[in-house]
């Protein structure tokens, strides 16, 4: 079974950064991909961003350009570097890893990023 276990949320103002970290336990196989998804209070979670180990990367469009993703594969470990942060950032961040970014079976807690104005 695959554990997923996020840290590095924190309370930054806008404009500041932040990087999130997340650790994974599992096969090659089950923890290829990684990736990072976010849910703000009253909306549907959705992906942020994702890699795999192959070293291939997605984004939303929202964070282009001020988010990167980046992994570890010998301590199976993902990172998610967030620059120029937003109030609109503000969200729980969730940790993800699977076989492919299409189908993430495994799950953090998540960890909480507050954005002030």
């Known amino acids: 079974q695959v554990q997923v276990v996020e840290s590095g949320g924190d309370l930054v103002q806008a404009g500041g950064s932040l990087r999130l970290s997340c650790a994974a336990s599992?096969?090659?196989?089950?923890?290829?991909?990684m990736g990072w998804y976010r849910q703000a209070p009253g909306k549907e979670r959705e992906l942020v961003a994702a890699?795999?180990?192959?070293?291939?990367?997605k984004y939303a469009d929202s964070i282009k350009g001020r988010f990167s993703i980046s992994r570890d594969n010998a301590n199976n470990t993902v990172y998610l570097q967030m620059n120029s942060l937003e109030p609109e950032d503000t969200a729980v961040y969730y940790c993800?890893?699977?076989?492919?970014?299409?189908?993430?079976?495994?799950w953090g807690q998540g960890t909480q990023v507050t954005v002030s104005s």
């Open positions: 599992g096969s090659i196989f089950s923890t290829n991909a």
């Open positions: 890699i795999v180990s192959g070293g291939s990367t």
């Open positions: 993800a890893a699977g076989p492919t970014w299409f189908y993430f079976a495994s």
